[in-house]
């Protein structure tokens, strides 16, 4: 596993807007979010895509039979 770097910041109070330790919460939320939904994508991608080759082939003009449409020739 990659080891990480944790960095400290001074903060001089309420005066600088936004603490930088909620500006961290949100980069690591926007972080773990986009990592779950690319994990959630792929699964989907993996179980989905051939259904949907069979659903798109069988609405198809002409319409094949699905021996036809699983046969590789």
Not at 3 to 10: D, G, P, Q
Not at 19 to 40: G, M, Q
Not at 41 to 56: N, R
Request: charged share 25%; proline share 7%.
């Amino acid at each position: 596993m990659a080891s990480r770097v944790a960095l400290k910041t001074k903060s001089k109070g309420a005066k600088g807007g936004a603490k930088p330790a909620d500006e961290r919460s949100a980069v690591k939320f926007l972080k773990e979010w986009s990592t779950w939904t690319i994990k959630k994508a792929k699964v989907i991608t993996h179980y989905g895509f051939i259904p949907m080759v069979i659903i798109i082939g069988m609405s198809s003009e002409p319409k094949p039979s699905i021996s036809q449409l699983l046969s590789p020739i």
